[in-house]
């Protein structure tokens, strides 16, 4: 049972570059969640999915879209890169009644 | 706008001491839960508080949630080296999201 799984681990890349974050989880929870991670900013909500087929934009949205693959999946793209996205990616995931979530142990990216 | 504030946001003491971070909000929350994250970590969850004036303790750790669940405080008896990291709290919002503070970086020198 790995939990919550991240890939890559790190990644640098030129701005204007795309990338995709990948994340899956085998807890059979129903919600995931992206977020970022800022130096004195806690950890920041980008895009959540409360289950299969369906997404919502979080707080901090522009500049990024993300796929519900399947129950398992939740991916993140950055279409082109800018300095400012640099940061820690998380992702989450959660069953649909318990608030507990579960984290992944992050991406670390930097576009420069 | 950050809608829950963390304090202090650096914390370093000696080993044995006693600390207190507090997290604020002027926004009412359903529930409050307490992370802690290590380095090169995802947060962990600690405890979650549901019910105005709520106490709960883990072990050293005292989690109470303020009379009207805007506020909450983690108070730590006789800190060790291994309470050392990132502690972050984080109010729910509906059923789905949670909003997080910035976080308060606790160090304990042995």
């Known amino acids: 049972n790995a939990g919550v799984t991240q890939t890559p681990k790190f990644q640098v890349l030129k701005t204007g570059q795309s990338m995709t974050l990948q994340c899956a989880q085998d807890m059979n929870h129903n919600s995931m969640y992206w977020y970022r991670q800022d130096p004195g900013m806690g950890l920041r909500l980008i895009y959540y999915s409360a289950s299969e087929g369906t997404t919502d934009k979080g707080e901090v949205p522009n500049g990024y879209n993300v796929s519900r693959l399947n129950k398992r999946e939740f991916s993140l793209r950055l279409e082109s890169a800018a300095p400012s996205q640099t940061s820690v990616y998380f992702c989450a995931s959660k069953t649909g009644v318990q608030e507990t979530q579960y984290f992944g142990p992050g991406t670390r990216l930097l576009v420069l | 706008t950050q809608l829950l504030e963390q304090s202090p946001q650096f914390l370093s003491i000696q080993e044995g001491e006693n600390l207190t971070v507090y997290c604020n909000s002027s926004s009412v929350f359903s529930s409050l839960q307490w992370y802690r994250q290590e380095p090169g970590e995802g947060p962990v969850l600690l405890v979650t508080v549901v019910t105005g004036g709520e106490v709960k303790k883990l072990k050293r750790l005292t989690f109470q949630f303020g009379d009207a669940r805007k506020d909450s405080s983690l108070h730590i008896t006789a800190a060790q080296p291994g309470d050392t990291g990132l502690y972050l709290c984080?109010?729910?919002?509906?059923?789905?999201?949670?909003?997080f503070g910035q976080g308060t970086r606790l160090t304990i020198n042995p």
């Open positions: 984080a109010g729910a919002r509906g059923a789905q999201k949670l909003v």
